[in-house]
């Protein structure tokens, strides 16, 4: 069992930067592949940014790219998505989201394990 615990949520202006959290329960949390998603309400969830557990690689969604940054950090069993440039666009609640050898990292489906979300909101 994994439990997943987002924070760092909240209202900024464009243009400004969050940096979201994601806590994991994990003893093996370092064995996991782990992503971020979001969802606007209204639309369905949606691929932001994943890292591989072990070879550190990271994939974005073409929407973020450039501006967010996701990084983890293994002896704090944490995942970090660092948003820069934020647009209202961005505005979503974002979820977190962890699974062992997943094998496509920007599919839902992959995930078996997921947080309850943070809010972000981006005002123009």
């Known amino acids: 069992q994994v439990v997943l615990i987002e924070s760092g949520g909240g209202l900024v202006q464009a243009g400004g930067s969050l940096r979201l959290s994601c806590s994991a329960s994990?003893?093996?949390?370092?064995?996991?592949?782990m992503g971020w998603f979001r969802q606007a309400p209204g639309k369905e969830r949606e691929f932001v940014a994943a890292?591989?557990?072990?070879?550190?690689?990271?994939y974005y969604a073409s929407s973020v790219k450039g501006r967010f940054t996701i990084s983890r950090d293994n002896a704090k069993n944490t995942v970090y998505l660092q948003m820069n440039s934020l647009k209202p666009e961005d505005t979503a609640v974002y979820y977190c989201?962890?699974?062992?050898?997943?094998?496509?990292?920007?599919?839902?489906?992959?995930?078996?394990?997921w947080g309850q979300g943070t809010q972000v909101n981006v005002s123009s």
């Open positions: 994990a003893r093996t949390f370092s064995s996991y592949d």
């Open positions: 890292i591989r557990w072990n070879s550190g690689l990271t």
């Open positions: 989201a962890a699974e062992m050898m997943g094998r496509d990292l920007s599919f839902s489906g992959t995930y078996g394990h």
